[in-house]
């Protein structure tokens, strides 16, 4: 639609003007109507799709009309490609011509933003599918994941996708909540290393990255989905805070609320934490974005506001630019608010303001834009072999030996037994979010539209297999599992692959919606496991799972346990190059496994009282700590040295490792360093990870690993609830894992008591030399 408000004469269309004064420039020309819109996404569909946000189909009282919701325009479209099975080139050209239709139906041809959901690859049919967050933390390997995040970003901006929601840079704090599957871990310096690394990879591919879930979400009480959150204000700044700081000083440029309270207030309506917080103490100037329902969930769940147009009130006052999924509190109950001055207007131009410089520095706005998809002399394969190359690189380099008591590798051709309902499943090897168990589970007609193998293809290949599922994930009758012990009785070794059927809201043992009341292997798995052990026959334990699980009553008759969380559609060949020798496993946990009987919320991250006491009958001590991992070839340590006895609360240290490989095949060693501050203002925990670097070596390899470690990392939120660096003496554990240090090194910080803030120094340097 060409009119007198569209002259090409305008500040706010012009590409080299500064993107303030364009935005400037064009909200003074709006109305209000078509403000508000710019605030409002739209998901088509969302009426005929499966369950994929909760409450979804509660709150959906009738099919959106395209044509009536975008007459002023629109801000985002949600979901074009991860509603539904769609080839890449239909949903990409449909997606064109409904950006051709708002452009000509609008008055001044304002563009949607695309989201989609990207957290195990791009959520759309068709497209690879990469190892889940659990695998990220495991592989410890950052550039690998600016790697995956890059080539997700790539395909997205093909489509004419603007925005990914992810990463979870949520800390695990209770893994019996079903969304541990989608965090990174249970310590805030990995959570924030990698996940910095995957909004550097998205965004440098010019895809906007998503920060969720601001803040706190993964504490909810006793592991409960959407539960309240008791955490105070210390633990909030030093355990949850850090990952979205380190993401943001990467470049993230949205910010997506919790769906909690914290402390009683709900965080979508909370200015404290959406701006005093975000805006005003860490500087973000982009888009926060609502979860999707967050905002009516203030008047349907969490009963702090009395209808619509209250709760959009609150939300936009807290900070809250654009409603997603879909238009609701935003639509009419906010314009109405504002038009009879309940609502200040000025709030709508900030949100606005933040929303239409985002569409301006995608080229939104420019003269030249085209929403046509870029597809290439190759056409639109969202899942090549560069990118199943990828996938596969980082399944062989996250998967986790835990336990090996020489069985492993198998490297002769062997009678294997088979068993487990993990064992012949594609759906073993994907999360919650990849397509098929997010969206294609909800379409059975529809092929999966990848090919992911399972492992028996894999190990079917290798060995003389014999498969027996013995059970299901939650069920199995007795004739199954007995036939499943007969296998292990005349192979030998039976491979038993375990864990979780991952799904939503109910619809599986691990995802969103679906916690644990307790650590035990879901339903007769355990069972069939302990049969298993008593053929003799020796049993490798291969996890497949969300969470870690509480296996202290057979860990000592396993002879070996393997753990690949959910490693993604190529995860089954890494797995068989691990079990096979090909591969030598390097992975590390990123959350520790539960000791006997552990049930409770625990982590590594314990101050002194938290850890194993005579006070306390209750023995939190893990199985398999934090940092965990074995080899086939293990590397030896050399030493461990500082360059000085003293460092400055202003100034860095220098840690030098060496280490040789002293085997006859490639490894590779974490190094990790943990700080130990015996004295603090405050309850600290024991020992936390400040610094990790994975270094392969060849055979008869040295290699000096040198950590630069600024005063900085020593940090913590004192008394008066600034963060601040102390004077005193510290020590460095540096070593294989959490429990396992093979040097201490005590030094003193020097000088005065320093405060540091958003612009501290958030990880080490590291220099790799021969």
């Known amino acids: 639609m060409t009119t007198e408000a569209t002259t090409s004469a305008e500040l706010w269309r012009d590409p080299h003007a500064a993107v303030a004064d364009r935005v400037r420039d064009l909200v003074a020309r709006m109305t209000l109507p078509e ?165 550097a990879g998205l965004e440098s591919a010019g895809v906007v990255a998503t920060l969720k879930h601001f803040a706190g979400y993964s504490a909810s009480r006793a592991g409960r989905n959407l539960a309240p959150v008791s955490v105070g204000p210390r633990e909030l700044a030093d355990v ?97 608010a504002v038009q009879e001055g309940r609502v200040d207007e000025a709030l709508v131009d900030r949100a606005l303001s933040r929303v239409l410089a985002q569409k301006c520095e995608l080229g939104l706005l420019d003269p030249g834009y085209s929403p046509e998809p870029d597809a290439g002399p190759d056409g639109l394969d969202l899942d090549d072999a560069e990118s199943r190359a ?34 012949n499943d594609p759906g073993a090897m994907l999360g919650c979010y990849s397509f098929p168990l997010h969206v294609g589970v909800h379409h059975p007609e529809v092929p999966m539209g990848i090919n992911v193998p399972t492992v028996l293809d894999a190990l079917g290949q290798e060995h003389d297999v014999r498969f027996e599922a013995g059970c299901t994930v939650l069920g199995g009758t007795d004739d199954e599992l007995a036939a499943a012990v007969e296998a292990a009785r005349g192979a030998e070794v039976c491979i038993a692959v375990l864990g979780d059927e991952a799904g939503l809201f109910g619809a599986g043992t691990s ?29 490798v334990l291969v996890l497949l799972s969300g969470r870690p699980y509480e296996l202290s009553r057979q860990i000592d008759r396993l002879a070996a346990v393997v753990c690949g969380f959910y490693p ?12 096979s020798g090909r591969v030598n496993p390097s992975g590390r946990l990123p959350v520790s496994f539960p000791g006997s009987g552990a049930t409770q919320p625990s982590t590594y991250l314990s101050a002194p009282l938290g850890a194993r006491s005579d006070v306390s009958t209750v023995d939190p001590t893990p199985l398999f700590p934090f940092g965990h991992g074995l080899s086939y070839a293990p590397v030896t340590w050399v030493s461990v040295e500082t360059d000085a006895a003293e460092w400055p609360t202003d ?102 008591r320093r405060h540091v803030e958003f612009d501290r120094v958030f990880a080490p340097t590291f220099e790799v030399g021969a």
């Open 35 to 199: 403000k508000i819109a710019q605030l409002q996404g739209i998901w088509v569909g969302i009426d005929s799709a499966g369950e994929m946000a909760p409450h979804q189909h509660d709150l959906i009282v009738r099919p959106p009309d395209f044509d009536e919701l975008t007459r002023h325009g629109i801000g985002q479209l949600t979901r074009v490609f991860g509603t539904r099975p769609i080839a890449p080139e239909v949903g990409a050209h449909s997606l064109a011509r409904s950006q051709r239709q708002i452009i000509a139906s609008t008055r001044f041809g304002i563009p949607a933003m695309v989201h989609e959901e990207c957290l195990t690859g791009l959520a759309a049919w068709q497209a690879t599918a990469f190892p889940s967050p659990l695998c990220w933390g495991a592989s410890f390997e950052p550039d690998l994941v600016r790697r995956m995040t890059f080539s997700i970003g790539r395909s997205m901006r093909r489509l004419g996708v603007h925005q990914g929601l992810a990463p979870v840079l949520d800390v695990a704090r209770d893994l019996r909540w079903g969304r541990v599957e989608e965090t990174i871990g249970e310590d805030p310096h990995l959570v924030g290393t990698i996940g910095a690394a995957y909004v």
């Open 240 to 336: 949850f805070l850090p990952p979205f700081e380190m993401a943001l000083h990467a470049g993230a440029r949205s910010v997506m609320n919790s769906y909690t309270d914290v402390d009683g207030v709900p965080v979508a309506a909370d200015p404290a934490m959406l701006t005093g917080l975000l805006r005003e103490r860490f500087g973000f100037t982009g888009t926060v974005v609502a979860d999707y329902f967050a905002i009516p969930f203030l008047y349907r769940l969490h009963a702090v506001a009395t209808d619509r147009e209250d709760a959009a009130a609150q939300a936009l006052v807290a900070g809250i630019d654009v409603e997603l999924p879909t238009v609701d509190c935003y639509g009419d109950p906010l314009l109405t």
């Open 390 to 423: 990828l996938a596969r690189e980082l399944a062989e380099r996250s998967v986790v030996l835990l336990r090996n008591e020489g069985v492993l590798p198998l490297t002769e051709r062997r009678r294997v037994a088979l068993v487990g309902p993990r064992a």
């Open 511 to 539: 995802g969103e919606g679906c916690d644990a009341s307790d650590l035990k292997l879901p339903g007769r798995q355990e069972e069939l496991l302990e049969a298993l052990i008593a053929t003799g026959t020796p049993v």
């Open 568 to 579: 993604g559609e190529e995860g089954a060949a890494a797995l068989a190059g691990v079990l």
């Open 651 to 752: 100034g860095t240290c220098r840690v030098v490792t060496t280490l040789r490989n002293d085997t006859s095949r490639a490894s590779t060693e974490v190094v990790q360093i943990y700080l130990h501050d015996p004295v603090a203002e405050v309850a600290r925990p024991v020992q936390q990870l400040i610094g990790a670097l994975k270094v392969d070596l060849e055979p008869g390899e040295t290699r000096t690993v040198t950590a630069a470690l600024h005063a900085d990392l020593t940090s913590y939120t004192g008394r008066a609830g600034r963060r601040q660096v102390d004077p005193g003496a510290v020590e460095l554990r540096v070593g294989r894992s959490s429990a396992d240090v093979h040097t201490a090194l005590g030094l003193t910080l020097t000088g005065q």
